[in-house]
């Protein structure tokens, strides 16, 4: 398995405040070394890799991760706890979950 995650570099060069917030939260929980690879979508250069990577895949978010496997197509996550829950194997808790599916989707609302 090869894990890719795809930062965005904001225009003062620093990380996106999500992009700062995952990789954080990786070396937390003692996971970067599993990503082995980092591509940065950087605003000062629209040209730069991770804009062509999130292209290619469609994607508009960041960060996100693509997973590679052996004998299958990649998979992307655009959600980092279901990367974490589904790839890495770790527990996320069910409100993390809801959280970032909502601020991913502002039209969505609890009933």
């Given at each position: 398995m090869n894990i890719t995650l795809v930062q965005k570099i904001k225009q003062n060069?620093?990380?996106c405040a999500k992009s700062?917030?995952?990789l954080?939260?990786?070396?937390?929980?003692?996971?970067?070394?599993k990503i082995d690879r980092i591509i940065t979508a950087?605003?000062?250069n629209p040209h730069s890799e991770?804009?062509?990577?999130?292209?290619?895949?469609d994607v508009d978010t960041a960060p996100f991760f693509i997973v590679d496997q052996p004998g299958g197509p990649p998979r992307l996550y655009t959600a980092y706890q279901r990367f974490?829950?589904?790839?890495?194997?770790?527990q996320t808790s069910e409100e993390a979950e809801i959280s970032e599916i909502m601020a991913?989707?502002?039209d969505l609302?609890?009933?």
């Open positions: 060069g620093q990380p700062a917030r995952v954080s939260e990786l070396d937390k929980l003692g996971l970067r070394s950087d605003e000062r991770g804009y062509a990577v999130a292209a290619q895949y974490l829950k589904e790839v890495l194997h770790q991913q989707n502002s609302d609890f009933i």
